[in-house]
């Protein structure tokens, strides 16, 4: 490759980052809305009933998210990423916008139902497209930068409790205005995103052909490490899908506090404190791969290490009354997640080969989205039955701690450091 075609390859590959910031941003808005309004929701659509009820709508989206994600990875991995995401941002867009004009808990069930199918496939793609870009030194930051648009999306969601509150706009107007914003970016994204260009295939160098289906499933499933990372993506996501849906109505009842800060509260502090997290966690991984191909590993591992004793302050910060603790508690998960969500998708890129990423990544979010879906609901029926939360909390804290050695497990097939 001549000198001349480098920076123009960085200037793209960092491109391609900044174009997917915004749709990461809003792929985690609509979902973070749902949970900061779900009082108003609740109290306009009477028929939703029960916390149950409400647990198995919030199930019912993850594991449709879940099956759908390998096929969306499949398609990405042997196709185009470009036009999975733009296709997908276009549709859960879409259904964004209906959203805020159901008129029932059934159709509130069946618009999250399909945007779970919508949604499920931009996540592989848009991570694989970012690896296939910064194949170097700098894929633990491209992929921390992207998930910070990640954190920023459920930032500004926990707003929505105070959006939902104002009487001219409330919590439909929200669905409108963030559906009708991601219909609009997903024309120019559609002119403006490039798939990552093709390797020249070499003389006398055998072409690597595409994966069939099952093909693509045999290889990933006897990949030991790929069991690993698969059981270390999914264990955290258990609680860490409580923690987004449930926590704004958690403090809101234990606490005594209103909606819209409620909401602000429980999304603000610990996804600002995962926005610098990922950026520094990144940053670090990125440089301790030059010691050592278990950098990124390391890194993660640290993550996970400090979401166990975040978790533990999370549930017993009610009982003892302290706010402050509830709050510093969700900044130290924050700093945790942060460091281990920057660093899945350059993992998996150490232990897979390049035309399964996305497929990969899809079987992850499979496995972690149905297993959150279960948490979900059984988190509802556990609360209807007065289940302690320094119990269910304590729980995860232990599920965390077996991940940790999940993670350190994980042997890397890569010969370069860098990479």
């Keep these: 490759m001549s000198d001349s075609k480098v920076p123009s390859l960085v200037r793209g590959a960092w491109l391609v980052v900044a174009l997917l910031f915004p749709v990461a941003l809003l792929n985690y808005l609509d979902r973070q809305m749902i949970a900061s309004m779900k009082v108003s929701v609740m109290g306009d659509l009477k028929d939703i009933g029960s916390e149950e009820n409400w647990g198995h709508m919030l199930a019912s989206f993850k594991w449709v998210y879940a099956i759908f994600s390998p096929i969306g990875g499949y398609i990405a991995d042997r196709f185009s990423r470009k036009y999975t995401i733009c296709g997908s941002l276009f549709v859960w867009s879409l259904i964004t916008y209906l959203t805020g004009h159901v008129t029932s808990f059934h159709d509130l069930y069946w618009a999250r139902t399909a945007m779970g199918i919508s949604e499920a496939f931009y996540i592989p793609a848009a991570l694989a497209l970012i690896a296939d870009f910064h194949t170097g030194g700098t894929r633990s ?31 439909r107007g929200a669905f409108d205005v963030t559906g009708f914003v991601g219909i609009v970016y997903a024309v120019p994204l559609l002119f403006l995103l490039k798939d990552a260009p093709r390797p020249q295939p070499i003389e006398g160098v055998p072409v690597v052909a595409k994966a069939s289906p099952f093909g693509a499933l045999a290889e990933l499933l006897t990949n030991v490490s790929f069991i690993l990372l698969v059981l270390y993506f999914t264990l955290p996501a258990l609680a860490g899908w409580v923690v987004r849906d449930w926590m704004p109505a958690i403090l809101q009842k234990e606490f005594n506090i209103s909606q819209g800060k409620a909401g602000v509260s429980a999304a603000l502090y610990w996804q600002a404190a995962a926005l610098v997290a990922a950026l520094l966690g990144g940053w670090l991984a990125d440089r301790w791969m030059r010691r050592t191909q278990r950098g990124r590993i390391y890194v993660s591992a640290i993550g996970m290490a400090l979401i166990i004793p975040a978790l533990f302050g999370v549930g017993n910060a009610p009982a003892m009354g302290s706010f402050t603790l509830a709050v510093g508690s969700l900044i130290l998960f924050g700093i945790g997640w942060g460091f281990f969500d920057c660093n899945n998708m350059p993992i998996l890129s150490q232990i897979v080969r390049p035309h399964l990423l996305a497929t990969g990544y899809g079987i992850m979010n499979f496995v972690s989205m149905m297993c959150g879906g279960l948490a979900d609901w059984i988190f509802g029926a556990l609360r209807d039955r007065g289940v302690g939360l320094n119990i269910i909390f304590g729980t995860f804290a232990g599920v965390a701690l077996l991940s940790v050695a999940f993670v350190l497990l994980i042997r890397p097939r890569e010969q370069s450091a860098a990479g």
Excluded: E, L, S, T
């Design 141 to 171: 930051r491209a992929v921390g930068i992207h998930q910070m648009g990640i954190y920023c999306g459920v930032m500004v969601g926990g707003f929505a409790g105070y959006a939902a509150d104002w009487p001219d706009f409330g919590w």
